[in-house]
């Protein structure tokens, strides 16, 4: 195809985009990036709840009662990366503590762990209404203030739990049930904004690994896949303590 033709077919489609409401997105996905991702002027993570705590950059802001930025350990080596918060989490501006968070809670007390060693975070900080799966724009919004936690925390191992966060963070639309039981490399491009020294963010190799698994609140409704997660698990524990 010449150059000419492929500009051509580049903006009939950006325009496309542009009249169904998602040129940000589709621009984001075309090029690996979040147009609207900003280096934020936080620099603990402490300043960075502050700052998110306010954030109104997307419409959840209307509808949320806490923002749910993560707990834990700010230095730990493992970080849990749900979807967004629930009712529950809403309610109580905590992530992962209805009935999800609570066989979460039973997984990390069988790796031998508290909730108090790990980091617990969601992609969102705001609830979505009725729980419906997050939007693009949502998403575009709210997804570089984890990469800035991770990128303050700097965990050996990130474990995702779920399809969405575990294709969001890694940028793959690969399923769930394909991408996990296997350590990926978390992709250099995430560790580009906040906390760290510059010279850190531009190392290919960040020595973080993700491991994608299936979410708590699919595991309530299968069961039997119980059994796969624990085998994610039991890599994930020898992983840190190396
Ligand atoms: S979901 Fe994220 S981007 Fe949207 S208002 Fe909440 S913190 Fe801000």
Redesign the pocket.
Known sequence: MRKIDIIEALKSYLELEKESGTYEYALGRMFKMDLKEKPGESQTLDELKKE?SR???????KT?KN?VFGSGNPHAKLMFIGE?PGKDEDIQGLPFVGRAGQLLTKIIEAMGMKRDDVYIANI???RPPENRAPLPA?IL??SG?VRRQVAMIRPKVICTLGKFASQTLLKTETPITALRGKFLEYPAFNLTSGGIPPERDRRRDNGIKVMPTFHPAYLLRNPQDKKLVWEDMKKIKKEISK
């Open positions: 998110v954030c109104r950059s997307c419409d959840l802001c949320r923002v967004a969102l900080k705001c949502e919004a709210c203030n």
